[in-house]
């Protein structure tokens, strides 16, 4: 069975840096997608990117100036960087691992395996 | 970046009745779309992938249909525990995520 496990700090200051590392058990690293997807407060979800087994990493648009994902295979742990964190950025993340399917050309992937959730507040 | 546009915003329904909810792309994504439900304070559950597949352990009141732009879950007799968020997804040159439709009890 395969557990995705997250850890990081959940309270930071305006500016400050997120840190979150997802450790992932009981499956091998590679042939996946692994992503970083966060929730606001009643709100819907969104995608902050994905990081394969080879590090190959790709964001969203609208964050990419200030994430960075990389992956630690020895370890089996991937993680997110975000930095210069506002209030707008107060969500719950979610660590997630995607599932691979199609051709090698002409493929996508879905989300089967989740983490917990880390509870991240930005309040000075 | 493909949007994906989910109607209704809001399902009032009651339990044993039929559920038809609607994710639409601003343009084709083949079958590659899946769905998932989330209960308040959970984490996202996958029901769907590829369109029309249930994941491992999905009851099979759950069903999606469609390909290219126009997809349906469909939840055939609503059981208690369906009352949730379901939110569909795709992965073209970004991956997004509907805006979701709450199926509330009415």
Not at chain 1, 19 to 32: D, K, N, P, Q, R
Not at chain 1, 37 to 46: A, F, H, V, W, Y
Request: hydrophobic residues 35%.
């Amino acid at each position: 069975q395969v557990l995705l496990q997250q850890w990081g700090a959940g309270l930071l200051k305006p500016s400050e840096t997120l840190s979150l590392t997802c450790a992932v058990s009981g499956e091998s690293f590679s042939g996946y997608f692994w992503t970083w997807i966060r929730q606001s407060p009643g709100k819907g979800l969104e995608w902050i990117g994905e990081v394969n087994h080879n590090g190959a990493t790709y964001y969203n648009p609208s964050l990419k100036s200030r994430v960075t994902m990389s992956v630690d295979t020895s370890n089996n742990h991937f993680s997110l960087k975000l930095t210069s964190m506002t209030a707008a950025d107060t969500a719950t993340y979610y660590c997630a691992r995607g599932l691979i399917s199609g051709t090698t050309w002409n493929y996508y992937y879905y989300l089967d395996v989740w983490g917990k959730g880390t509870t991240v507040t930005v309040s000075s | 970046e493909i949007v994906l546009t989910q109607s209704p915003a809001t399902l009032s329904l009651s339990p044993g009745e039929r559920a038809t909810l609607s994710c639409r792309a601003s343009q084709s994504v083949g079958s590659f779309l899946a769905w998932y439900q989330q209960k308040p304070g959970q984490v996202p559950r996958l029901l769907i992938y590829d369109a029309s597949n249930r994941a491992t352990g999905i009851p099979a009141r759950f069903s999606g249909s469609g390909s290219g732009t126009d997809f349906t879950l469909t939840i055939s007799s609503l059981e208690p525990e369906d009352f949730a968020v379901y939110y569909c997804q795709q992965r073209g040159n970004s991956l997004t995520f509907g805006g979701g439709t709450k199926v509330e009890i009415k």
